[in-house]
């Protein structure tokens, strides 16, 4: 199965995104979730009758992201992290360089996260 990269940019109107490997394989969209379906139906008019298997795995830059997923606290993230918070807070608006190690440990520290989350469930407490 083939994988292509799709870039996820915000705009001044919505989301857009193309991928990496495709030229002129683009889409956009009003939300996220928009933008990501979109792709798949430019992904499959290229491809059009061709029986070609394929992934999607979907990229966003770190500043992005945080504007996006605006309920994640930089600070309190940056701790979980165990990072230095006012230099993550300057990764994440384009203040300071990022190194592909820093890069690394957020999107390691993301998954780790997301797979806590993912293997949570809530209990009602009544008293």
Excluded: C, W
């Excluded at 491809?47 to 994640?72: A, M």
């Excluded at 520290?109 to 009602?124: D, H, K, V």
């Amino acid at each position: 199965m083939t994988s292509y990269s799709a870039i996820i940019e915000i705009t001044s109107t919505g989301y857009s995104t193309y991928i990496k490997e495709l030229a002129g394989v683009i889409s956009v969209g009003d939300e996220m979730s928009e933008v990501k379906e979109n792709i798949y139906e430019a992904l499959d008019l290229y491809f059009e009758d061709q029986k070609h298997p394929y992934e999607v795995l979907f990229f966003v830059d770190l500043q992005q992201f945080f504007s996006y997923f605006k309920v994640l606290n930089k600070t309190a993230f940056a701790q979980y992290l165990g990072m230095n918070t006012s230099l993550f807070r300057q990764y994440t608006s384009g203040l300071a360089p990022l190194s592909d190690d820093k890069l690394q440990t957020i999107s390691e520290g993301l998954q780790r996260l997301s797979f806590e989350l993912n293997n949570l469930s809530l209990l009602s407490r009544t008293t």
